[in-house]
């Protein structure tokens, strides 16, 4: 008999378990979300706003795609309004009309959050009571305790994503700096040829490899690619002033 009893408390148990594991996915997902649509707010220029906004839309859409089986109606609802705030980001034309959305994502982020916890309350307000002559610890598993040490590992996998996300800006920033120089050589080198100038082509040496300003910061990769530009410039005007000392 007591066999019995037990089996029951175990299948009674079984179904709000599984309910908390399935949500804690999500739960996983909305963090993550929240987190890069706060960095968003936090970019200071409008390519970099939308670069944070569509992995936190990313986030959105995977949790939506687990609510089929953590039933939150709530969240859910809240989720698929977070995503089409997000995907106005996108189309936004100016910084300004970009953060006005993301300040709108940062508050429906919170509020699905908050409605998850509530639905995840309720379900744990629902789990069976046992009486003191049955412990609960022998007719089910222990449940996972959340531990300071789990707690770390889940801000260290945060903290090495935002690293990786933070090397693909600066290797997108030098792409398009790298393009912007190689332009304005053959622009100038056009012009000289165009004004007969019997000067050397314009070429600027990278003294820095990509490796190396990598490992700069964004303001620092700005300032290198700037002076680039300067020197370049300054190099193109000395030709042409040669060139009408000569004339």
């Known amino acids: 008999m007591k066999q019995l009893y037990t089996l029951g408390v175990a299948l009674l148990l079984c179904t709000p378990f599984k309910g908390f594991s399935q949500c804690s996915d999500v ?8 987190s ?4 968003a707010f936090e ?3 409008l390519t970099h706003l939308q670069y944070y906004a569509n992995r936190s839309l990313k986030a959105f859409e995977r949790a939506q795609d687990k609510f089929k089986t953590c039933k939150c109606e709530v969240a859910n609802n809240l989720t698929y309004d977070n995503i089409e705030t997000l995907e106005k980001v996108d189309r936004a034309k100016t910084f300004e009309d970009a953060r006005f959305f993301i300040k709108r994502a ?3 982020a919170k509020n699905t959050m908050n409605a998850l916890d509530k639905c995840t309350a309720v379900g744990a ?6 009486n003191n002559s049955t412990s609960l610890a022998s007719a089910t598993p222990s449940a996972p305790i959340i531990t300071s040490s789990s707690v770390s590992n889940d801000q260290l996998k945060l903290a090495e994503q935002k690293e990786l996300e933070l090397r693909q800006i600066k290797q997108l920033l030098i792409g398009q700096n790298k393009a912007i120089v190689l332009s304005n050589i053959e622009v100038y080198n056009k012009a000289l040829e165009i ?3 019997k000067s050397e082509v314009l070429d600027i040496t990278q003294n820095e490899e990509e490796n190396e300003l990598i490992s700069k910061s964004i303001d620092q990769i700005k300032s290198h690619y700037l002076n680039t530009l300067k020197q370049l410039t300054a190099s193109y005007l000395s030709q042409l002033n040669q060139c009408a000392d000569n004339d």
Do not use: M, R, T, W
């Open 27 to 34: 739960q996983s997902d909305l963090s993550y979300a929240y």
């Open 36 to 39: 890069h649509v706060k960095d």
């Open 43 to 45: 970019a200071n220029n």
């Open 106 to 108: 940062i508050e429906g």
């Open 125 to 130: 307000s629902d789990l069976p009571l046992v």
């Open 195 to 197: 004004c007969d100038c």
